[in-house]
């Protein structure tokens, strides 16, 4: 049995699990900044055990000048570390998070223009938001430009200033 979508049905479904993915999007997002805190408290633990051995061991201050500058060196090695997996996780769940608004907004884009569609002479929806925007700019240039007033007579010229020349 072939049938056409419902579509109050269809718009409703991708209306209601939208909502669903874009929390679990959040959730997933949620949970690897709480990863990058556990790593950030690990770091400063991390380094406040390397001053406190660096006070405990050191015999003299050479020593213990060299033990805080090695502590703060791998402290500085493990904070970028950090930074760099916080800006991949970041890029990684932005394009995640856009890519599923872009399904969503397609959809209903789609189950919108549907009916659209049967109408004779219509061409089919553009795919995506960017080649919709992509379509309508290559369009602006052939629509027609606002036909310019042209005076009946040299009074009508005279009685309206020319804006154009600051007049």
């Known amino acids: 049995m072939n049938r056409e979508p419902n579509a109050p049905f269809e718009l409703c479904r991708a209306e209601l ?9 959040a959730e997933d997002w949620r949970r690897d900044l709480n990863t990058l805190e556990a790593h950030r408290i690990r770091r400063d633990r991390d380094a406040m055990l390397r001053i406190e051995a660096a006070v405990s061991a050191s015999g003299d201050w050479f020593g213990f000048a060299s033990a805080v500058r090695a502590a703060t060196h791998e402290y500085a090695n493990e904070n970028l570390a950090i930074w760099g997996e916080a800006i991949s996780l970041t890029a990684q769940h932005k394009g995640e998070w856009l890519a599923e608004l872009d399904g969503v907004f397609g959809a209903w884009r789609s189950l919108w223009h549907a009916p659209l569609q049967k109408l004779p002479g219509m ?9 919709w925007m992509r379509t309508w700019q290559d369009a602006m240039p052939h629509m027609g430009v606002w036909p310019k007033h042209q005076p009946a007579s040299t009074a009508d010229a005279q009685a309206v200033p020319d804006t154009a020349k600051g007049g």
């Not at 061409?123 to 080649?131: I, K, Q, T």
Request: glycine residues 12%; positive net charge.
């Open 17 to 25: 699990t939208a909502p669903v993915r874009l929390c679990r999007l």
């Open 123 to 131: 061409e089919p929806a553009v795919g995506s938001f960017s080649g």
